[in-house]
């Protein structure tokens, strides 16, 4: 149980075009779900944390109009990269956590990159 | 200053040789500590989670322990195989909000 699916997995994107990535509990509902960046040997970044029927909660230097999240539902989250730069080039994962329970589930994350 | 430091940033291991991790953290009020195993280009998959009173947890070769009065934790991976080549992050829990490691590198040679 609680499996979290993430897609595209991997998606190439010419500068300044959009791009949606999908995050999914299969079975599971998550009100809360997390979306991540990760660059090479470096450690996840938070980025925001979506909530379910309300606004995204952004960290500190992360821009929302440029990553827009929408939680239309308890079981899919999107992080929308908008007006991609190749700066914005990294690995993207989201994660939600089982009401109830301890643990985190990570999606399988999305490698972006922006030619 | 990351609040969860993890030694060593990488290390090679013959297969079926031991290895420990080591995770450091002054993440406080303490919630929970969990490993994960991130193969690359992966996400992360959880390995263990311990709270404030459990010492010791395993889940097959791989061991974690948890010292709550030092703040230190460890992963222990036993008769190490090929497959656990992968990068181990060390992730606290303060309430909801999570506080990764680095991570360290393993890479397993025949």
């Known amino acids: 149980g609680a499996v979290v699916s993430q897609h595209p997995s991997w998606v190439i994107c010419k500068s300044g075009t959009s791009v949606k990535i999908e995050c999914r509990s299969l079975d599971f509902q998550a009100t809360t779900m997390f979306w991540y960046r990760q660059f090479p040997k470096q450690s996840l970044m938070l980025m925001a944390t979506?909530?379910?029927?309300?606004?995204?909660?952004?960290e500190q230097g992360v821009e929302k109009d440029k990553f827009l999240i929408n939680h239309a539902s308890l079981t899919l989250s999107t992080l929308t990269v908008t007006s991609a730069h190749p700066e914005d080039s990294s690995f993207y994962i989201c994660?939600?956590?089982?009401?109830?329970?301890?643990?985190?589930?990570f999606g399988s994350g999305t490698r972006l990159t922006v030619v | 200053k990351n609040q969860v430091e993890q030694s060593p940033q990488s290390l090679i291991i013959l297969e079926g040789k031991n290895c420990t991790l080591q995770c450091n953290y002054t993440v406080s009020p303490f919630s929970n500590l969990r490993w994960y195993k991130q193969d690359t280009g992966r996400g992360p998959v959880s390995l263990t989670i311990?709270?404030?009173?459990?010492n010791t947890k395993s889940n097959g070769r791989y061991t974690a322990t948890l010292d709550a009065d030092t703040k230190q934790s460890s992963l222990h991976i036993t008769a190490s195989q090929l497959s656990d080549s992968a990068s181990y992050i060390c992730?606290?829990?303060?309430?909801?909000?999570?506080?990764f490691g680095a991570g360290t590198t393993v890479t397993v040679r025949a």
């Open positions: 992730v606290v829990s303060a309430k909801y909000k999570l506080s």
């Open positions: 994660s939600a956590r089982r009401q109830g329970a301890r643990g985190y589930t």
């Open positions: 979506s909530n379910e029927g309300s606004k995204a909660t952004y």
């Open positions: 311990m709270t404030f009173s459990e």
